[in-house]
């Protein structure tokens, strides 16, 4: 199996910037195959690592209620369909979720699609799931045993309690996680006395391991509103370095 980080996080915090930046370190550094899935049904994942998604998961589950040929048996369809929708990219691919199904039971097309996830990850070595604050998807697709969650938090004492509340939710959706890691985004160059001595303190009672802080980034800003994808960051940005000196931390720990 892959190993598996999942992100988490309050909405805008984050989750989809550290996701596509976590697929390119394990690129760049020889990790791959990484399969990058975006669990958040307002996909853009796939615009922060600059490819366009066809198919998504949330239409093939449709299809499988509908368009099945009579020859063919759901599993294998849905194995195929998956396999189609698989955007293939140097030294990864991505699978996108997409929107919650409609009405309706959709007991046997989760099942079936998460049998078929189950198989293709065995191809990859890391699994890198974009998710919305929630995680449910995880559960729902028992995708439950993560060895990393990675909860990205701003850089507030409240945003830090949030953080750690969405990190406490592995118990009630019965994940498995291994690894509980704090991530604290667009923090001040200089670190806060105060904010340091609470977030260690919010670490240590909720059972989460600091990874670290981020600063701002005026470059992810300026390739954000030019909607250019993560990959333009300069090898030697010093926020990209800075956050893959925090990846090769959550990868020294397993
Ligand atoms: N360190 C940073 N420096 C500058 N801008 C940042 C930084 N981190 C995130 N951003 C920006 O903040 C916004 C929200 O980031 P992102 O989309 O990664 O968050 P998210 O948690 O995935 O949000 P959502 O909950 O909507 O999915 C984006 O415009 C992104 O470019
Ligand atoms: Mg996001």
Known sequence: MAVRVALAGKGGTGKTTTAALLVRFLVESGRTPVLAVDADPNANLNELLGLEVETTLGEIKNELRTSVPES?????????????????????????MGQPE????????????????QKLERSYAYMVVDNEAGMEHLSRLNM???DHLLVV???SSRGVLTAARIAALVKPLQLQVSHKWLLVNRAPEEIPEALDKHVREVCAREDLKLLGYLPESERVFELEINQKPLWELSAEDPFLRKAYGLFEKLMATS
């Open 144 to 146: 439950t045993e993560i």
């Open 102 to 117: 409609g009405p309706g039971c959709y007991c046997a097309a989760h099942s079936f699609l998460s049998q078929a996830l």
């Open 153 to 155: 938090s701003d850089a």
């Open 72 to 96: 063919m048996a759901r599993g294998d369809f849905m194995e195929m369909r998956v396999h189609e929708a698989l955007v293939e990219a140097e030294g990864y691919d991505l699978l996108v």
